[in-house]
């Protein structure tokens, strides 16, 4: 395309790990041209400077709504019990423009990190109302410059045992949430619990998310009857489970066995490492379980893996920033994981592995969306293994963010 006049060109950027220097030309939002020396004219240009261009983060799990509430909970224990029953008590209170300030100060972290796909779950029960759903909404709209939200309505602490909860969450998928959310292990009667959320997506045409297996004990688990609902109601490849701590318990071939249930069923597992580390393990005073599944050993078996944030400086997870490259260097030192196709492993499951779950491309390539990051790296395995510094980003071909690249003043 010599010669032609672009909206934006980014030179001298890496699209693969150490790969040749190339420019990314981008017309009405979309990659025009990716290759060497492209001579143009072009409303703005950007050199790159050898960073590493793909097309964001994606976090396939997280909780806006309750972010950022450390100062009105009490964390003694370090317990998942304790965790619910504090931001349970939290929420009652939460108002709609507390949710939103909350929300968005995570937000604009996690899009300076390179974050430009998110799925943050909403809690709406009795309690909280629909007061953080419609903070949550306003955050979608206000940000969608920068980053895609999908709102997933969610029940923390049960169904049967509050049938009010599944009334608004019906009214909550009638809208404008995207899918739905439950958590069986907070529930009296599990299996009926699983059976309500597959009722209300199959009502909604919508996917399905769960909070499973948060534990250490193998024997205890709900994850055959959702494989089993998965399979009987025909809802493969629109199901996710999130923590499944137990999974780290197991030995591989029990793994492998669960690893192939999985991919059968097209379920997506997201581990949240910074969570399920903070939590798990509490009744050991030497040699703590990490208590996170080994998600790398699943993706070797076909299941859709990914690596999120989930928790943001509250009772689940007191610390966080929403970066995903600082998560996955965690999965990483966590998994033990060294060799260079298990750095770029980790990276997809950052990336553009999850990005398919989510159902968009994730590759930079001619005709796409031209949302594009750059990353002060040579590629995705070096960014892993040094936790790369995210420079810039581009939504649909718009500026969201620049972070700069760092420079070093030496005296004189």
């Known amino acids: 395309m010599t010669g032609s006049l672009f909206d934006l060109v980014i030179r001298n950027v890496r699209v693969e790990e150490n790969g040749p220097l190339v420019d990314i030309a981008v017309r009405e939002g979309r990659i025009a041209d990716i290759g060497s020396d492209i001579r143009c004219e072009a409303i703005e240009s950007v050199d790159g400077e050898g960073t590493f261009a793909f097309g964001g983060f994606v976090d396939s799990h997280i909780h806006l709504d309750k972010a950022c509430i450390l ?32 929300a968005a100060r995570i937000v604009e972290k996690a899009i300076s990190h390179g974050t430009t796909r998110m799925r943050t779950f909403v809690e709406i029960d009795p309690r909280a109302g629909f007061r953080s759903f419609d903070a949550i909404k306003r955050i979608r709209e206000d940000y969608a410059f920068a980053v895609d939200i999908e709102i997933c309505a969610f029940a923390q602490d049960g169904l049967t045992n509050e049938p009010e909860t599944v009334d608004m969450l019906d009214a909550a998928l009638s809208n404008d949430a995207d899918l739905v959310g439950g958590c069986p292990y907070t529930d009296p009667d599990p299996n009926r619990h699983i059976e309500m959320v597959f009722a209300l997506a199959l009502k909604h045409d919508v996917p399905i998310d769960f909070h499973l297996d ?36 197991m030995s591989q071939a029990e793994i492998v066995s669960i690893a192939d249930r999985l991919a059968d069923a097209g379920i997506a597992l997201s581990v949240l490492p910074s969570t399920d580390l903070f939590l798990n393990g509490r009744g050991h005073d030497r040699l703590v379980p990490r208590g996170v599944a080994p998600a790398h050993m699943l993706a070797g078996r076909g299941v859709v893996t990914s690596i999120a ?9 007191p610390y966080g920033d929403a ?17 260079d196709e298990d750095m770029a492993l ?5 990336t553009e592995v999850t990005a398919r779950e989510f159902g968009s491309v994730g590759r930079l390539k001619i005709g796409a969306e031209a949302t594009i990051v750059l990353l002060d790296s040579p590629g995705p395995r070096a960014a ?18 620049d972070n700069g690249k760092p420079r070093i003043h030496r005296p004189r």
């Open 71 to 102: 100062d009105r909970c009490t964390i003694c224990e370090g317990t998942l019990a304790e965790a619910v029953r504090e931001t349970a008590r939290a929420k009652a209170s939460f108002e709609e423009d507390d949710v939103y300030a909350r």
């Open 214 to 249: 948060f534990s250490l004990d193998p024997e205890w688990t709900d994850l055959p009857a959702v494989i089993d609902a998965t399979l009987r109601h025909g809802w493969q490849g629109r199901v996710a489970i999130g923590h499944v701590t137990n999974l780290s318990a």
């Open 384 to 401: 892993v293994r040094e936790i790369a510094r995210v420079v810039a980003g581009w939504k649909n071909g718009n500026r969201s963010f």
């Open 323 to 339: 970066s995903l490259i600082r998560m996955a260097n965690l999965y990483a030192n966590v998994a033990q994981l060294s060799r």
């Open 309 to 317: 944030t989930n928790n943001v400086l509250n009772p689940f997870t």
């Open 346 to 350: 980790v990276f997809s499951m950052v």
